[in-house]
């Protein structure tokens, strides 16, 4: 029988009617007291992290996660955070950094109603975790609706929908019916040992450019913030005509400001080499983003800037396919 570890830190999933709307206010213990499939063979130990929206989760928080994890891994074989909708992405990409080496899965759920209520999708999706949670396999997952995406590629995109989340520019890892598993493709086995790594620098500005964006905007960042994410049109131009970005895009480089640019395209990602507007920018030694989502950018981001101070060093572990964030050559064998 596998062992497994529920870490409840609020959401949706955990939520009742309060004074002013829904508020997380269950804890690990009433999640699985609603759960009463007594079919799966799994031992559940619960713990409660936290009861709070996903709206006011920080990078603060996905540490207190990263370090639970670390903390008890070799008690447990497998591990389930339930987790609100709005920033799962955003976690479950971070953990993906923090936690490398994994042998064992760490899955990050929610639900889009709370548990408590009659027709929800929380039972189903709870099931379906402790089911994967219970594999032969490593690494941050997460699990709705029936389908498993690596932590890096998840993307919200429905707010009301039971199928919220996509795998954005990365095939499904699997999908679940029935408690059976299909398999699409198979995380490579890692030979690492587990190695937790929480230094994050959370002075990370995402900017999405829009026509008619001002230079002067730049001028802010250079005290507030060491790495700024442009996200750009299509491939990933920036404008250098009337609203001419570019000077103030070399100066944020030369203050020792990383500079990343990225595309408000979901799918496919950039290439600043296609266009003239992309190569200007390029001349720069800009961060490049590949296929990677903004939730999984951001998180890089700031766990490279906690490696990090050196900027060239930041370029090359975000350029860097870390748990299949990137496009490189990932299929493996099922």
Known sequence: MKRLLLLATGGTIASIEGEEGLVP?????????????TSLSVDVTYQILMNRDSTNIQPEHWVQMAEAISENYDQYDGF??????????????????????????????????????????????LSDSLVFASENIGGVFVVFDGRVI?????????????D?????????????????ITYYWKPETTKQELTLDTSLCSDVFVLKLHPGTKPE????????YRGVIIESYGNGGVPFEERNLLPKVKELIDDGVAVLISTQCLEEGEDLLLYEVGRKVA????????????????????????VT???KQVKQLIETSIAYDLSTTWETEV
């Open 309 to 311: 101070t050196d900027v």
């Open 25 to 37: 206010g269950l804890s690990a213990k009433d999640l699985l007291n609603y759960f009463k499939d």
């Open 164 to 180: 919220a989340f996509e795998s954005i520019n990365l095939p499904y890892v699997a999908s679940i019916k029935e408690k059976n």
């Open 80 to 125: 389930v955070i339930t987790h609100g909708t709005d920033t799962l992405g955003y976690t479950s990409a971070a953990l993906s950094y923090m936690l490398q080496g994994l042998q064992k899965p760490v899955v990050v759920t929610g639900s889009q109603i709370p548990i408590s209520f009659k027709k929800t999708d929380a039972i189903k999706n």
């Open 150 to 162: 690596m932590g890096t590629r998840a993307v919200k995109m429905r707010t009301k929908s039971y």
């Open 217 to 224: 905007i730049f001028d802010v960042f250079k005290k507030l």
């Open 283 to 306: 001349q720069y030694d800009v961060v490049l983003s590949g296929d990677m989502n903004k939730e999984a950018i951001v998180a890089k981001f700031m766990w490279a800037l906690g």
